[in-house]
């Protein structure tokens, strides 16, 4: 199964938003294998989004993300990275398609609620930087005869 890790941000915790972020996740048949509420260091926050350090917005990224508590997921199931991506919707609220969850609880770029990772290499990548792999838990589920074939 692939994982893909699903950050709800700070905006999205003082909005009350995570559980909604999860529900959605977990009615979509997708597994929770990791979970963290924490504020992120600074030093993560900069590796995290070490890809945009040459870019002027890279220093308001950083402090905004370590300004509050986060919720850190990892999700586990089928093809989970793509279905992600399109449960959360563009990056930018306005142009995300209705139904997705920025579409619904984001107004503007810079508080668009969650981060989801971009490809399975970009899943990997980040879930190894906020989670230890003793911190993931396999297990079975009940349901799962009734989600896959």
């Keep these: 199964m692939e994982r893909t890790f699903i950050m709800v941000k700070p ?3 003082q909005r ?3 559980g909604e972020v999860i ?6 048949g997708y597994k929770l294998i990791g979970l963290k509420f924490f504020t992120i260091p600074t030093v993560l926050a900069e590796t995290h989004y070490g890809e945009h350090c040459d870019k002027p917005f890279f220093r308001g990224l950083v402090d905004f993300i370590t300004s509050g508590p986060v919720a850190a997921m990892v999700w586990e199931g089928k093809n989970v990275v793509a279905a ?3 449960m959360l919707g563009a990056t930018d609220p ?9 579409s619904a609880y984001g107004i503007d770029i810079g508080r668009n609620v969650a981060h989801g990772s971009d490809s399975e290499a970009g899943a990997q990548r980040e879930i190894g930087l906020f989670f230890d792999e003793t911190e993931l838990k396999s297990y079975s ?3 799962d ?3 896959y074939e």
């Design 11 to 13: 905006d999205g915790v």
């Design 16 to 18: 009350g938003l995570v």
């Design 23 to 28: 529900t959605r996740f977990e009615k979509r």
């Design 84 to 86: 992600a991506r399109e």
């Design 94 to 102: 306005q142009k995300a398609l209705p139904g997705t969850i920025r």
């Design 141 to 143: 589920r009940a349901i």
């Design 145 to 147: 005869s009734w989600i």
